[in-house]
């Protein structure tokens, strides 16, 4: 069994910064790729960034600057660094953990707003 769990979402003015977990646990070993993704209501779910096994890093070029993914190994742990945070950053963010066919978490709401 896989669980994939993110945190530190939440409310913060436009210009602000959040830091997110994720969390990986249960039958796993090694170290994985891993990715963010997020989805705005109303539209479709997008990558934001993912770093690879071997530390390659990506960004969409909507947050490339501003948002930065980094990860604890012994922990399991990735996070997402986002500052400069604007009102079009606000969506539901997962984390999704390369292993297997791939496991999702359940989400957490960063919401941009003054």
């Known amino acids: 069994q896989v669980q994939v769990v993110e945190s530190g979402g939440g409310l913060v003015q436009p210009g602000g910064s959040l830091k997110l977990s994720c969390v990986a646990s249960?039958?796993?070993?090694?170290?994985?790729?891993m990715g963010w993704y997020r989805q705005a209501l109303g539209k479709e779910r997008e990558w934001v960034a993912s770093?690879?096994?071997?530390?390659?890093?990506g960004y969409a070029d909507s947050v490339k600057g501003r948002f930065t993914i980094s990860r604890d190994n012994v922990k399991n742990t990735v996070f997402l660094q986002m500052n400069s945070l604007k009102p079009t950053d606000t969506a539901v963010y997962y984390c999704?953990?390369?292993?297997?066919?791939?496991?999702w978490g359940q989400g957490t709401q960063v919401t941009v707003s003054s």
């Open positions: 249960g039958s796993i070993s090694g170290i994985y790729a």
């Open positions: 770093l690879s096994r071997t530390g390659t890093v």
């Open positions: 999704l953990l390369r292993y297997q066919s791939g496991y």
